[in-house]
């Protein structure tokens, strides 16, 4: 439990005279959102922490669309963030709330919706017993799947309430679904498409009239509720789509996107990323380079896209290789290199999907974009620096080994005498160290490997791998 919503925070009043004694004036949801949004852009305060790349184009649009008071649909490819977009909203809403105690929809004190409220009351006046509501409770999320039924939306007869001597036509024998429960909140549909047709239609009244229909009642609560759901693109998604009517009951429809710029790709790894090692920044980047490449490439079906967890497992999938031979090796402190990126290859093929045409090549492909990567990151991060040392001497005989059996200090200790670089530094290791910031024994293996792995790419030194070792030489 965060600080925020400890029982010492909340409010005082807890019953109806309270609360109106203390001046609480009621607001609905999309007053809240429009009042605590308009607050944080006055105050410079982000309103969507942990979002990267939506700045200048999706987070615009979503910011009016809340202003204005609509209801929202993201669409966008796989990975592209929009669920966690959508999970931001809840940071809008007022920290705590009333409502009444017991209620089956949390409706405020103020306007009882259900009968039983209603009776509850006229029957108790200003001692009707109030509790307060963490803004985190008050956002509810559903995975469109196409077993969803009417019931787990909207709601249906609980034949239990029946078998106690109501009568079907008794409004309290409905047992309400996720959107009449999320009154007074936000309710989240993921991959909305997924939806039945019949279901969505299910969702319409609730969209614009804002009641319920279940089995022939019509219930007239005025339902305070925020309606947000995300989809993939209906150009190509064999499953379902958005019925018309239904996508003309939102009042927004903004298109998501992957990171537009390199910085925000790498951001986006650093912050989901749970990495049980050190990856240096130069060999993020080479994640994020190759992600990106493999969202240009006419060999994957861009339709389906590349998504962002491709690269987040990529980190992770390096972090884990690191950690596996700093362990087996007797390594204290376990670093990435750019020997550990080659095991993302192998594990993560079956998360892209390849052009038809492709069968057979996938991996020929995944090997080819990685070499383009690293070659990118390696002129990004080493420009201006002369690397002609490293390689004469190589051309003179000596040879550098590496490989996931062979240690930081083993591959440092085997590195060739070089002479004084005259720029300040001892020697060329030391320049290739100051540029990636490597401080110890595992980064400034990590540098001198990926200047290796650039010599290579460019065709000045030659490399052969085999039986975990590999051999620039």
């Known amino acids: 439990m965060t600080e925020a919503s400890t029982p010492a925070s909340r409010p005082?009043?807890?019953?109806?005279?309270?609360?109106?004694?203390?001046?609480?004036?009621?607001?609905?949801?999309?007053?809240?959102?429009?009042?605590?949004l308009l607050a944080a852009l006055a105050e410079g305060r982000d309103p969507w922490p942990g979002l990267h790349g939506f700045g200048t184009t999706v987070v615009p649009q979503l910011e009016r669309a809340l202003i204005a008071g609509h209801d929202v649909v993201l669409l966008g490819e796989r990975g592209q963030g929009k669920t966690r977009l959508l999970r931001t909203l809840v940071g809008l809403l007022d920290e705590w709330v009333p409502a009444i105690e017991g209620s089956e929809l949390r409706e405020h004190p103020y306007e009882p919706i259900s009968p039983v409220s209603q009776r509850r009351a006229a029957e108790l006046g200003d001692d009707l017993?109030?509790?307060?509501?963490?803004?985190?409770?008050?956002?509810?999320?559903?995975?469109?799947?196409?077993?969803?039924s009417v019931a787990d939306l909207i709601g249906d007869v609980d034949p239990v309430k029946v078998a106690e001597g109501r009568s079907l036509g008794d409004p309290e024998?409905?047992?309400?679904?996720?959107?009449?429960?999320?009154?007074?909140?936000?309710?989240?549909?993921?991959?909305?498409?997924?939806?039945?047709?019949?279901?969505?239609?299910?969702?319409?009244?609730?969209?614009?009239?804002?009641d319920v229909q279940v089995r022939g009642y019509v219930l007239r609560l005025p339902l305070d509720v925020l309606v947000v759901a995300s989809a993939n693109p209906e150009d190509y998604t064999n499953r379902g789509r958005i019925i018309t009517p239904l996508k003309d009951r939102f009042g927004a429809e903004i298109r998501t996107h992957y990171p537009l710029a390199l910085e925000d790709e790498v951001a986006v790894i650093r912050q989901e990323a749970a990495m049980v090692?050190?990856?240096p920044d130069a060999l993020v980047e080479v994640l994020a380079r190759f992600t990106r490449a493999l969202r240009q490439s006419s060999s994957v079906d861009q339709r389906s896209g590349v998504s962002a967890r491709f690269a987040i497992a990529g980190a992770e999938t390096v972090a884990a290789a690191a950690l596996h031979r700093a362990t087996t090796q007797g390594e204290e402190r376990a670093v990435a290199r750019v020997v550990d990126l080659e095991t993302a290859v192998d594990v993560l093929?079956?998360?892209?999907?390849?052009?038809?045409g492709e069968e057979g090549r996938e991996r020929q492909v995944l090997e080819h974009l990685l070499r383009t990567a690293?070659?990118?990151?390696?002129?990004?991060?080493?420009?201006?620096?002369?690397?002609?040392?490293?390689?004469?001497?190589i051309e003179a005989g000596a040879s550098v080994t590496t490989g996931e059996q062979v240690s930081a200090r083993d591959l440092l200790a085997g590195l060739p005498p070089l002479p004084p670089t005259g720029a300040g530094e001892s020697d060329l290791y030391d320049a290739l160290a100051a540029r990636l910031d490597a401080h110890d024994e595992g980064t400034r293996a990590s540098a001198v490997e990926l200047a290796l792995?650039?010599?290579?790419?460019?065709?000045?030194?030659?490399?052969?791998?085999?039986?975990?070792e590999t051999v620039y030489g």
Do not use: C
Not at 132 to 143: C, G, N, P, S
Not at 349 to 356: Q, S
Not at 453 to 468: I, P, Q
């Open 12 to 36: 005082a009043p807890t019953t109806l005279g309270a609360l109106r004694a203390s001046g609480h004036e009621q607001r609905s949801v999309r007053e809240e959102l429009r009042a605590n």
């Open 349 to 356: 093929g079956g998360k892209i999907e390849f052009e038809t």
């Open 277 to 279: 090692a050190e990856v």
């Open 173 to 210: 024998t409905i047992h309400f679904g996720l959107v009449p429960r999320s009154h007074r909140g936000i309710v989240a549909i993921n991959e909305l498409p997924d939806l039945a047709e019949r279901i969505q239609v299910a969702m319409l009244n609730v969209m614009e009239e804002r």
């Open 129 to 148: 017993p109030v509790v307060w509501v963490h803004r985190d409770e008050r956002y509810a999320e559903k995975l469109a799947t196409p077993d969803t």
């Open 374 to 393: 690293t070659a990118e990151t390696v002129r990004s991060r080493f420009r201006g620096l002369d690397l002609g040392p490293l390689v004469e001497a």
């Open 453 to 468: 792995e650039g010599l290579f790419l460019a065709r000045k030194v030659a490399k052969e791998s085999g039986d975990g």
